[in-house]
């Protein structure tokens, strides 16, 4: 297991819970993350990780436990500002343009921007050239690099990516290993759900979950990931 | 430089020059939100062609003529007779008030699943995943929807309104405009209640035990078992012209507490819920507007979180193969079923059974509403046979015909069908007013079973209507003959099965036994349900050999 952080935690969970009705969908789970990790969370389908990132978002609610973001209550208001969630499955209006979907949540948290950095935004992550196309459109990888830039254009201290691989193609793949390195230098704490064992090979911690428990919390290779995981 | 921001401006930009952007600290979230929600409205209005707005004005204004002109002819213009105004005196707002009663209890119901909002799940995504005020953020869906079901409340409450008027006197205007405002208040009530449901969070259980004892109170009311009920003020409000009652502003300020108090709490209500409606209330009305029934069923089973229980009430031992393979895949679903089902099926049983009172007592339009209870009934009791049609790749893989499996399933609907008809008989045929004779209830209750399974065999089978195959070439009269056949059949069915009690009660009236005039209703049903137990098992045949006639047809081949 890691050894304790000095650095104060900006995600800890304690105890976090979730059942539905006599299905429990990740068992008592405590863990802390200090800023500037990057930490890589991995399991089978079904070992709860999906579920712990919602839970952190606010998007699902606890049945028993706690999570704080920055010490206030996952999906509270303070929580939710310091708060960008990447989902598995990109969720975008029909009626924006990817240009007008990044304006639209960058003023949702405050932030003004002019259309260089959009322009910059866009080009980070392949998007460039269909910045005014409507997403609604766009093949599902197309889709992912939308999502991963409405995940980017607003402030965060705390960046959950759910299956940020999924759908992308190399370049689009290298891409946003960049854009993961970059954010990680910069300060923030990122954890990725991954089903990819060679993603820990560049993470500070790999937590590995079976069952909605915890079965390893430290340093790790793909091999140990294949073992402990099953791949 | 152009500003990505159709409001107004926020002073100094915050920065973008690291991946990590800065939130301006006096941004004005709630203003912004309200900006780029006019500027989609107003993106949305442009794309609108007005032809699009004429054809849908069209379509409302026919549909409505056609309701208003089948809801005036069920209800008749002829006046009541003196004593018939007194009853309506004495009981109409104690039954009056149990439709206020079930709009409440209906509203709790969906305020408890996170209703009656149904937002983008791009708006639950980014909007209420921001950190703009969520009251401020659902207000104004919530006003915008509560105005629509508003403005259906008042016009469907000056219809009623005047409709009342030709049976029961007055001046017509009284009785549209309080006609208005009931309508008015019945959707604040139900509206409220659902946004004070979700807003408390409160539990579906509680929810239900609320709406529950609430109609048991405005029953008991309207049947004069107790003196007032909670809901009884709706009653007094809606028969205002016939004796005017102050108590009944009781019911209008109730409306506007549960409304202003829903309102207030828009901001507590659950996200998880949100998200999950945001799904499924869209495939929902797009199942509805296609009359895809059994997709409306799973939809909502998806929205009531009904999942099959883990634990089955009654744990089956797997041997082998078994002898019964289909039989025995459906009684094990059969015992997964959640408890909400299993009491969902003993309500529509009670109501059945009440119905069943009520044709006993001379109430004969009941006949439809004992039917449709087991139709509906029916729906879940054919769940193995429908899960086979949702899933027919593993059917179709089968070396049995898919029309042989299909009538496997039936014998388990049967079973649980006939313990729904027993249930509805048992209260039928429990002492008090308007009772059934044991015999009676006893030669009924197989075809009652049949005709509800009989009807949802059709409905499952059948699936959604489609203009596609050999109908293609039929022009458009015939297709919406056939629409509407295809609609009403299998509720016709099961309708069927209620004619042996109501031809025993006439036999009765001409002196003879029950069970005698009961007889050849009893044989109807069972015929025509070996009918379709007949169309079950050869119906792929006729549909290819029609499908192969109307290619002919059309020179295809």
């Known amino acids: 297991m890691a050894r304790p952080d000095p650095r104060p935690p900006v995600l800890e969970a304690a105890s976090a819970t979730k059942a539905y009705a006599d299905l429990v969908a990740l068992e008592p789970l405590s863990l802390a993350v200090p800023a500037g990790q990057l930490v890589a969370?991995?399991?089978h389908n079904g070992s709860g990780k999906s579920t712990f990132l919602r839970l952190a978002a606010g998007l699902l609610e606890l049945t028993d436990g706690s999570i704080t973001i920055v010490g206030e209550p996952a999906g509270s208001s303070g929580a939710r500002a310091a708060t960008s969630f990447l989902p598995d499955e990109p969720v975008l209006y029909d009626d924006l343009s990817v240009r007008e979907h990044l304006a639209y949540v960058a003023a949702l948290h405050g932030v003004v921007v002019e259309e260089a950095d959009l322009d910059d935004l866009l080009e980070r992550v392949g998007l460039s050239h269909r910045a005014d196309d409507l997403p609604a459109r766009f093949s599902r990888g197309l889709r992912q690099k939308a999502s991963i830039a409405l995940g980017l254009v607003r402030p965060f201290e705390v960046l959950l990516v759910d299956e940020p691989f999924v759908g992308?193609?190399?370049?689009?793949?290298t891409a946003l290993l960049g854009i993961l390195d970059e954010l990680h230098r910069d300060g923030a704490a990122i954890v990725v759900a991954t089903h990819d064992p060679t993603f820990v090979e560049r993470v500070d911690r790999c937590i590995a979950l079976r069952d909605g428990e915890v079965v390893h919390d430290g340093p790790a290779t793909p091999t140990d990931v294949l073992r402990l995981v099953g791949g | 430089m152009r500003r990505w921001r159709p409001g107004h401006g926020h002073g100094d930009r915050a920065s973008l020059t690291t991946l990590l952007p800065v939130a301006h600290p006096d941004a004005d979230l709630e203003g912004d939100l309200a900006a780029w929600r006019?500027?989609?409205r107003q993106q949305r209005t442009a794309e609108v062609h007005w032809i699009d707005v004429l054809y849908q004005a069209y379509l409302t204004a026919i549909l409505g003529i056609v309701a208003v002109a089948v809801l005036s002819s069920v209800v008749g213009d002829d006046g009541l007779s003196a004593g018939q105004l007194t009853e309506v005196r004495a009981h109409g707002a104690g039954w009056l008030g149990a439709i206020a009663a079930f709009a409440v209890a209906f509203g709790l119901r969906s305020g408890s699943r996170g209703g009656p909002l149904a937002m983008e799940r791009a708006e639950v995504r980014h909007v209420l995943l921001a950190p703009v005020d969520r009251t401020t953020a659902l207000r104004a869906p919530a006003v915008r929807q509560a105005r629509f079901l508003a403005f259906v409340g008042i016009v469907a409450g000056s219809i009623a309104g005047n409709l009342a008027s030709n049976r029961l006197g007055g001046s017509t205007t009284a009785w549209v405009a309080t006609g208005a405002l009931a309508g008015l208040t019945l959707v604040g009530l139900c509206v409220?209640?659902?946004?004070?449901?979700?807003?408390?969070?409160?539990p579906r259980g509680a929810a239900s035990l609320l709406g529950l004892l609430l109609l048991a109170g405005a029953v008991a009311d309207g049947v004069d078992a107790i003196g007032t009920s909670p809901t009884a003020p709706f009653g007094d409000l809606a028969l205002w012209p016939l004796r005017f009652q102050a108590v009944g502003l009781l019911a209008v300020v109730a409306a506007v507490l549960l409304m202003a108090g829903g309102l207030a709490r828009l901001g507590r209500m659950s996200l998880e819920a949100a998200e999950r409606r945001s799904t499924l209330v869209g495939q929902l009305r797009f199942a509805a507007t296609l009359q895809d029934l059994r997709t409306v069923i799973v939809l909502r089973r998806q929205l009531a979180m009904e999942l099959p229980r883990l634990r089955p009430w009654v744990r089956l031992r797997v041997r082998g193969t078994g002898r019964w393979p289909v039989f025995m895949r459906?009684?094990?679903?059969?015992?997964?079923?959640?408890?909400?089902?299993?009491?969902?099926?003993?309500?529509?049983?009670?109501?059945a059974g009440f119905c069943l009172r009520g044709i006993w007592s001379g109430t004969r339009p009941l006949l439809v509403l004992a039917g449709l209870a087991m139709f509906v009934a029916g729906l879940d009791t054919v769940e193995p046979l429908a899960q086979e049609v949702d899933h027919p790749s593993r059917r179709d893989a089968s070396p049995v015909e898919a029309a042989s499996i299909h009538l496997r399933h039936v014998p388990v609907g049967a079973l649980a069908q006939l313990l729904?008809?027993?249930?509805?008989?048992?209260v039928a045929a429990a002492p008090g007013d308007g009772r059934l004779p044991t015999a009676v209830a006893a030669v009924g209750l197989v075809p009652l079973a049949l005709g509800g399974l009989g009807g949802a065999l059709v409905s499952v089978l059948s699936g959604p209507p489609t203009a596609g195959g050999g109908w293609s070439l039929t022009p458009p009269e015939a297709q919406g003959i056939r629409l509407a056949f295809r609609t009403a059949w299998p509720p016709a069915i099961a309708v069927l099965g209620v004619l042996p009690v109501l031809f025993a009660r006439n036999a009765i009236e001409q002196g003879r036994a029950g069970t005698e005039g009961a007889a050849p209703f009893v044989t109807l049903a069972i015929f025509t349900f070996t009918l379709v137990c007949g169309w079950v098992r050869v119906r792929d045949d006729i549909a290819s050999w029609f499908a192969q006639q109307m290619e002919q047809a059309s020179g295809k081949t």
Request: no cysteine; proline share 4%.
């Open chain 1, 41 to 43: 969370l991995v399991g």
């Open chain 1, 168 to 173: 992308l193609d190399a370049p689009g793949k």
């Open chain 2, 38 to 40: 006019r500027f989609r």
């Open chain 2, 192 to 202: 409220g209640a659902a946004l004070l449901a979700a807003g408390t969070r409160l």
């Open chain 2, 330 to 351: 459906g009684l094990r679903g059969l015992l997964r079923w959640p408890a909400a089902r299993v009491a969902r099926l003993v309500l529509l049983a009670v109501v």
């Open chain 2, 420 to 426: 729904v008809a027993a249930l509805a008989m048992a």
